[in-house]
T-cell receptor, first 111, second 116 residues
């Protein structure tokens, strides 16, 4: 069974702080995606990483894919209340489009 | 353009009844996925349709669950003889063709199913 461990599960920080969310597996991903979900809505794709060592930036969000393609991280710089939400990593293990999701990180940014 | 739509948005049903959940993918998307999201379980893969290929049903939790995709577009997820543990948000997603193996998925808002 392929598992994707995501940590931390909950994160409550003050506006302006930095944070990192981690996603780890013992298996190699063919690709990994990060999503953000708000209450009552479906997840929204933020980024896809494919190449080991890849780094992608989306404004204050930096996504990194591990060299061995088994792990990934999401770093948010100077968090804002609008960043509040559930962040999900999802890995594709080369079985078509089937995604295995991490448990999610519930982020709360207080003004 | 229009995103993935799902209906109904909420469904309350009695234990033992059958339910049908509908998904309209983004026009032109060839792949369609169903997931289930429940408290403490995260997002679980249920089933995946790609074009005319046989669907990947490996995530369906029991034979009470089935799904169809008619005409390569609309999909229906059917749960027979519902149980309380079926209560969850059922999410549908679709992917465009030619994603170079990225399988980027676009989700609908989900159907919240409550079995009483």
């Amino acid at each position: 069974t392929q598992l994707l461990e995501q940590s931390p599960q909950f994160l409550s920080i003050q506006e302006g702080e930095n944070l990192t969310v981690y996603c780890n597996s013992s298996s190699v991903f063919s690709s990994l995606q990060w999503y953000r979900q708000e209450p009552g809505e479906g997840p929204v794709l933020l980024v896809t990483v494919v190449t080991g060592g890849e780094v992608k930036k989306l404004k204050r969000l930096t996504f990194q894919f591990g060299d061995a393609r088994k792990d990934s991280s999401l770093h948010i710089t100077a968090a804002q209340p609008g960043d509040t939400g559930l962040y999900l990593c999802a890995g594709c293990y080369n079985q078509g489009g089937k995604l295995i999701f991490g448990q999610g990180t519930e982020l709360s940014v207080k003004p | 353009g229009a995103g993935v739509s799902q209906s109904p948005s909420n469904k309350v049903t009695e234990k033992g009844k059958d339910v049908e959940l509908r998904c309209d993918p983004i026009s032109g998307h060839t792949a369609l996925y169903w997931y289930r999201q429940s408290l403490g379980q995260g997002l679980e893969f249920l089933i995946y349709f790609q074009g005319n290929s046989a669907p990947d049903k490996s995530g369906l939790p029991s034979d009470r669950f089935s799904a169809e995709r008619t005409g390569g577009s609309v999909s229906t997820l059917t749960i027979q003889r519902t149980q309380q543990e079926d209560s969850a948000v059922y999410l549908c997603a679709s992917s465009p063709p030619g994603t170079s193996g990225k399988y980027e998925q676009y989700f609908g808002p989900g159907t919240r199913l409550t079995v009483t």
